[in-house]
């Protein structure tokens, strides 16, 4: 293309090209808005239009990286062959062909939308694998929607009509290889950052469709910022839930449901909640818990921890639902453990869910999340907002807070340090309304294992290399409570203390396919009002905080957890259950069942064989009912994720 007397160089014409799918995305984007008009028209617009713009060149740029890689690839390799007539016209016929597919699945889905309530994800091929009257459906459809028809070829001939030409240089030219390979290596970078969602770092995951829910205020809006080519790519060879059919309908309700169904006229209790969700904070590490462990001698590594276990609620027995840090949120959260994917990376995680934010928020509660990384960060600021936190504190936050130091308190790698940020914490809830529902995800806890060059010498290696920072946080947690007791809602609170997941063990107790899931679950009330501090010989999970909390509190409306309120069951019914490389495993009355979800491979006595060694597969009547029940909670999870029933409606 020549604009005066000069000519677009091929890189030229290859960002003019991109910026045309750019506006070809976003006029699909109004016609999907348009055509779904009544389900947006009220609530849409209520989000911040900055959030929804910036969200959608997000998953825009993402979307149109994936679906372009070949034509930017061949549009900038560094050789001058590229430039010849026929090379491009390849080209063209590459970048019309693969924007046309993006644009019919985008404008598809401007219709099926009604149907599905999410944009589509590669399932969709399995979910009608087995129909044959597809086209029948879809020519009804054309008709229908004969005006989408029309914009989607009058899109697809821009593509055609518009396309920037390239004329380079075909001369050899010493200039012409060191210029392009710059050029080459700096776009396909790019390229790169784009297809990730923005940033190289290793604390930035790269995006899921579950991070559309961060510029949204409801999971459906999601579906607004996302793009179908973007939607498909990244669930693609991504396990689904698949439903299996253990049970009919009644006789699954009768074994197991997560309809958490509460008594009304029960009196509610106005008191705080604070969640503490500490990274890597496994219960190995915790010596009041392992009274025990190395023949009665063990001191553990949480001083100011163990002095909290002994004026709270414990247990015996308790364990996370998932062996990452996506994995811990849902499950603390909003009770949804982790099964086969994790939640945050699976098509689920679009459905409409809620929580312990979510449920207190219908009782006016002010909500909010706390994490101290770049904000966005592992998705946690999407699922926040999705399960019901109104506000969200990062990096961000804290740097704009002139009590504090800014980015020279953050650890070079993944975020804030524990202490700056606790203290933060403390103050910011301080300025909240009562009563308040928070939590933090803490940071300082993890791989590469530093400590601030202040406690380098107060904190020296020990044993293993998380050890120095566990001693850290454990500081770090006894300074904000130092700090939060001299307000006046601490009294007024009750908190939770859990582990995301857990990490480095020098203890064979801690390496088996259970010991790896041991966690912490921690109850705390000053005011011993509601709670009272005892050790259980109980089973205690993540997912049951939020139904323990909310009775604790007297709730009285409905909702969904999948865990249990361990208030109102007897320590012989408590149970746990996680997911670990394939095998479901289920934890009750001194057993383990180890299930893959067709044939039971393990079945162990935890309480005289913690270490796994005598598989007692089909040799014992308890075997039977732990099955069933496991079955149950499998089935019924899978169902509700597959038709996105996760709240009470």
Partial sequence: ?????????????????????????????????????????????????????????????????????????MMLIPLHYKEGIVYQKICKGIFVFCNSVGIIANLVDCVYFQYSGRRTTVTVFREFSNEDNLVSVFGVEFINHWYIVLIGIALIFCLFRFYVKSEGDTRLKLFYYVSHTIVFVGLVLLAVCGMRGGGFSEAVRPITISNANQYVNRPAEASVILNTPFSMIRTYNK???????????NELDSIYSPVIQLAENKEFKNKNVVV????????????????????????????????IVNQSLTF????????????????ILSSIPMFVEPFFLTPASLNDISGIAGELGKKGYHTAFFHGAQNGSMGFQAFARATGFQEYYGRTEYNEDSRFNGDDDYDGTWAIWDEPFFQFYCLKMSEFQQPFVTSIFTASSHHPYAVPSEYKDIYPEEGLPIHKCIRYTDNALRKFFDTAKKHPWFDNTIFVFTSDHTNQSDHPEFQTDLGIFWSPVIIYDPSKELVTPCRRHAIAQQIDIMPTVLNILGYDNSYIAFGQDLMNTPDSSTWAVNYNNGIYQFVKNDYLLQFDGNNVVGFFNIKNDWMLRDNLKGRLPEEEQLLKELKAIIQSYMERMNSDEVVVR
Wanted: aromatic share 16%; with cysteine.
């Fill in 276 to 307: 503490f969700i500490i990274e890597s904070f496994g219960r190995e590490y915790i010596g009041s818990l392992n009274e025990n462990l190395e023949g009665s001698n063990y001191k553990g590594y949480t001083p100011f921890m163990d002095s």
């Fill in 316 to 331: 015996d027995y308790s364990f996370c639902n998932g062996r990452k840090s996506i994995d811990g949120m849902p499950s």
């Fill in 1 to 73: 293309m020549k604009i005066g007397k000069h000519t677009l160089s091929t890189p030229a014409a290859l960002i003019c090209n991109i910026f045309m799918v750019y506006l070809i995305y976003f006029l699909c984007r109004v016609v999907f808005v348009a055509e779904n008009w009544s389900v947006y028209s009220e609530t849409l617009f209520k989000n911040d239009l900055s959030d929804l713009i910036i969200g959608s060149l997000v998953f825009d740029s993402s979307g149109i990286v994936y679906t372009n890689a070949l034509y930017i690839v």
């Fill in 239 to 249: 396990k689904p839930f698949s439903t299996p059919h253990y049970f009919d309908k």
